[in-house]
Antibody, heavy 116, light 111 residues
Framework: VQLVESGGGLVQPGGSLRLSCAAS????????MSWVRQAPGKGLEWVAN????????YYVDSVKGRFTISRDNAKNSLYLQMNSLRAEDTAVYYC??????????WGQGTMVTVSS | QSALTQPASVSGSPGQSITISCTGT?????????VSWYQQHPGKAPKLMIY???NRPSGVSNRFSGSKSGNTASLTISGLQAEDEADYYC???????????FGGGTKLTVL
């Protein structure tokens, strides 16, 4: 069972980035999925959730209108499209499966740095 | 400022027991039995240790236990071991706009 994030990097303020999360060893289409981020030296922050078929999506207020969560069950993949990036979006971004109301399986994370 | 309040640090000696608190409101911790706890070693991803207040996932040591009273949840680690030294985060479902909120984290030091 494994989740592997990719797509992080250095981007200028106002720029865009698309994160991916590839799932293996689990029935991806069975799970709600989440993105959780952690700013350097800080705590965890839930960012977004998506249900099994992608028809329900929820976001933390600070990213509403800028970030879009999506998934492709045929490719066992989760995505986070991040637009209008700000310095405060700098963080390690983790994807995680949601089991009930807990974040069960986590990826290793991908670092996003927003800086000029 | 985090939505859930945790002590910044706790410490204990090997073999002892420690408890980490997580205080919220009636909109999150107090209103639902959906509190979870995560262990994070430096540079690593978080690991689920407790879900739904007091349930342990398969493979998690029974030295870890959870409970809740009112708006405060607690994680107790008994028989402290050196490998337990890590950051611990609580999380809860919330009826506010964010579906999930985390605590600020507690650094556990095993003396």
């Amino acid at each position: 069972v494994q989740l592997v994030e990719s797509g992080g990097g250095l981007v200028q303020p106002g720029g865009s980035l698309r994160l991916s999360c590839a799932a293996s060893g689990l029935t991806f289409s069975r799970y709600w999925m989440s993105w959780v981020r952690q700013a350097p030296g800080k705590g965890l922050e839930w960012v977004a959730n998506i249900n099994q078929d992608g028809s329900e999506k929820y976001y933390v207020d600070s990213v509403k209108g800028r970030f879009t969560i999506s998934r492709d069950n045929a490719k066992n993949s989760l995505y986070l499209q991040m637009n209008s990036l700000r310095a405060e979006d700098t963080a390690v971004y983790y994807c995680a499966t949601v089991e009930g109301y807990a974040f069960d399986i986590w990826g290793q994370g991908t670092m996003v740095t927003v800086s000029s | 400022q985090s939505a859930l309040t945790q002590p910044a640090s706790v410490s204990g000696s090997p073999g002892q027991s420690i408890t980490i608190s997580c205080t919220g409101t009636s909109s999150d911790v107090g209103g639902y039995n959906y509190v979870s706890w995560y262990q994070q070693h430096p540079g690593k991803a978080p690991k689920l240790m407790i879900y739904d207040v007091s349930n342990r996932p398969s493979g998690v040591s029974n030295r870890f236990s959870g409970s809740k009273s009112g708006n405060t949840a607690s994680l107790t680690i008994s028989g402290l071991q050196a490998e337990d030294e890590a950051d611990y985060y609580c999380s809860s479902y919330t009826s506010n706009s964010a579906l999930a909120v985390f605590g600020g984290g507690t650094k556990l030091t095993v003396l």
